[in-house]
């Protein structure tokens, strides 16, 4: 008998409202690494996978908005824990991803996953650096309260698959928003495997939905779509970014348009601050 055996090919799906599906249109891609070598077949998103995605970020968006800040963090957290797990995986992807050495990937990974707990340690002070209490000539109090914008749409880095994908999706979540994440349509597989970490790791369904395929195609309906609150188009060409940010003024959605980014430098709190509103309440005062 030989000892000769065939290894067991991983199949990459769509992760939407907490399931794993297939694209509805059946569809798939070759994705190769940075030689050229085939790596898998990803699933190529559809615009009525677009759409499901939509559907299932608002479903899940008034119980995670109104999830404690706390609880959040926690969550995060957990999302954390399961990625320092799973560390050498994550190293390999990336390293095929972008043509990596396996210690430059690491440290890639590293970074990442210090950067989601960095994010996940926000959830309950964010509130302190966009919130005020504000003076006013009159008996009253005025107390402004940042609260997150709804559905954000995230169109990520294509170079940086796994660290410039955890840059631009945890700011979107720890402040209350879902989101609806297209990866980087050259090196999604990361991006896939983090939908497995983010399904056990207690973050209810619909938050996060991940999509792979043509960043174009799938672009388009989510900046269309009346139910998407905010864009942000980080891994858009400028022409494309141009033509989504067009099709977002029609309902006045939130846009973050594509600019160069160091993505190991310190982020700042840009993007946490980038999808929330302002809510301002009026009290008047006991006598």
């Known amino acids: 008998m030989s000892d000769a055996r065939l290894s067991v090919l991983k199949t990459y799906k769509l992760y939407v409202g907490g399931k794993f599906p297939r694209s509805e249109s059946g569809r798939v891609y070759e994705v190769t690494d940075a030689k050229d070598k085939w790596l898998a077949n990803a699933?190529?998103?559809?615009?009525?996978?677009?759409?499901?995605?939509?559907?299932?970020?608002?479903?899940?968006?008034?119980?995670?908005?109104?999830?404690?800040?706390?609880?959040?963090?926690?969550?995060?957290?957990?999302?954390?824990?399961?990625?320092?797990?799973?560390?050498?995986?994550?190293?390999a992807e990336v390293a095929d991803a972008e043509g990596l050495s396996k210690a430059r990937a690491a440290a890639q990974v590293d970074a990442a996953i210090d950067r989601w707990v960095w994010y996940a340690g926000w959830s309950d002070k964010v509130a302190q650096i966009a919130g005020s209490?504000?003076?006013?000539?009159?008996?009253?109090?005025?107390?402004?309260?940042?609260?997150?914008?709804?559905?954000?749409?995230?169109?990520?880095?294509?170079?940086?698959?796994?660290?410039?994908?955890?840059?631009?999706l945890a700011p979107v979540i720890v402040t209350g928003n879902t989101a609806v994440v297209v990866a980087s349509e050259r090196a999604p597989l990361p991006a896939l495997s983090l939908a497995e970490v983010l399904a056990t790791s207690d973050l209810p369904g619909g938050v996060v939905n991940l999509l792979s395929g043509r960043t174009a195609?799938?672009?388009?309906?989510?900046?269309?779509h009346q139910d998407v609150n905010a864009?942000?188009?980080?891994?858009?060409?400028?022409?494309l970014a141009k033509e989504l940010e067009t099709a977002a003024a029609d309902n006045l959605k939130r846009?973050?348009?594509?600019?160069?980014?160091?993505?190991?430098?310190?982020?700042?709190?840009d993007r946490l601050l980038a999808f929330l509103e302002t809510k301002t309440v009026w009290h008047p005062m006991g006598v």
């Open 43 to 91: 699933p190529l998103a559809s615009r009525k996978d677009a759409r499901d995605a939509v559907v299932a970020a608002r479903k899940a968006f008034g119980g995670w908005s109104g999830a404690t800040a706390y609880n959040r963090g926690q969550i995060l957290y957990r999302a954390a824990e399961m990625l320092e797990g799973r560390r050498e995986q994550f190293a």
């Open 133 to 168: 209490s504000n003076p006013v000539a009159g008996p009253y109090f005025n107390l402004s309260a940042p609260e997150p914008t709804g559905v954000v749409a995230v169109l990520a880095p294509q170079e940086s698959s796994f660290l410039g994908l955890v840059s631009v």
């Open 217 to 224: 195609e799938l672009g388009a309906p989510l900046a269309a």
């Open 231 to 239: 864009l942000d188009l980080t891994g858009a060409d400028a022409g």
């Open 255 to 269: 846009v973050l348009r594509p600019r160069a980014t160091d993505w190991s430098a310190d982020p700042g709190t």
